[in-house]
């Protein structure tokens, strides 16, 4: 069983709609997750850190972790075009601060 | 501007001919990591290193060396490179682990 999983998409979404990432997670123990974004060619990009259940907003990006069914998404507002790309979800697990765990990432395609 | 600075951003060599890969940061993190990423199996940690002397392996080790002899530096040796080393490699560091990576903008890597 893969640590982190998330959909490898694409996920098409129309331009000002929301976009809708998830990603689960194997560790019960995790403490950390993050959502990175990922252009074709470029290194990954940190846009969200979350620690605690709930949602927590940045702008036009809301993360939300739901420790209990273990699992955490992302939602992108008024997505668009320039949101096209490989968002990445990674979580630090268990106590080994050092160690940050991978999915293999959503393909978003935002259409104009 | 704070960074992680890799170089060389592009390498071509040979099987079996010893190369390093540097990495910098100027932000006194703490965390330093290296990172291989390859289509369909995400990002994959090679070796990480809390500070300064205290390096460890991540999940795919065999075939690399890493060295940590000043906070700021944290070269990767491939010390007989093999085919199976092509990939895109980034360095990645952090002031706390579990406060996620700033990422380097990658060195491709390829063996032939």
């Known amino acids: 069983q893969k640590e982190v999983e998330q959909n490898s998409g694409p996920l098409s979404v129309p331009e000002g709609a929301i976009a809708s990432l998830n990603c689960t997670y194997s560790?019960?123990?995790?403490?950390?997750f993050f959502w990175y974004r990922q252009y074709s060619g470029k290194s990954p990009e940190l846009i969200m850190s979350?620690?605690?259940?709930g949602d927590k907003e940045d702008g036009r990006f809301t993360a939300q972790l739901n420790k209990a069914s273990q699992y955490v998404s992302l939602l992108i507002r008024d997505s668009q075009p320039s949101d096209s790309a490989t968002y990445l979800c990674?979580?630090?697990?268990?106590?080994?601060?050092?160690?940050?765990?991978f999915g293999a990432g959503t393909i978003l395609r935002v259409k104009s | 501007e704070a960074q992680v600075t890799q170089n060389p951003r592009y390498l071509i060599t040979v099987t079996g001919k010893k190369l390093t890969v540097t990495c910098s940061q100027n932000?006194?993190?703490?965390?330093m990591s290296w990172y291989r990423q390859d289509p369909g199996l995400g990002l994959r940690q090679i070796y990480y290193?809390?500070?300064?002397?205290?390096?460890d392996k991540g999940d795919v080790p065999e075939g690399y060396k890493v060295s940590r002899k000043e906070k700021r530096n944290f070269p990767l040796i491939l010390e007989s490179p093999s085919p199976n080393q092509t990939s895109l490699y980034f360095c990645?560091?952090?002031?706390?682990?579990?406060?996620?990576?700033?990422f380097g903008s990658g060195t491709r890597l390829t063996v032939v």
């Open positions: 990645a560091s952090s002031p706390l682990g579990h406060r996620g990576y700033t």
């Open positions: 560790d019960r123990v995790s403490q950390s």
């Open positions: 979350i620690y605690s259940n």
């Open positions: 990674a979580v630090n697990p268990g106590e080994y601060g050092n160690k940050l765990v």
């Open positions: 932000m006194n993190h703490e965390y």
């Open positions: 290193s809390m500070n300064v002397e205290v390096t």
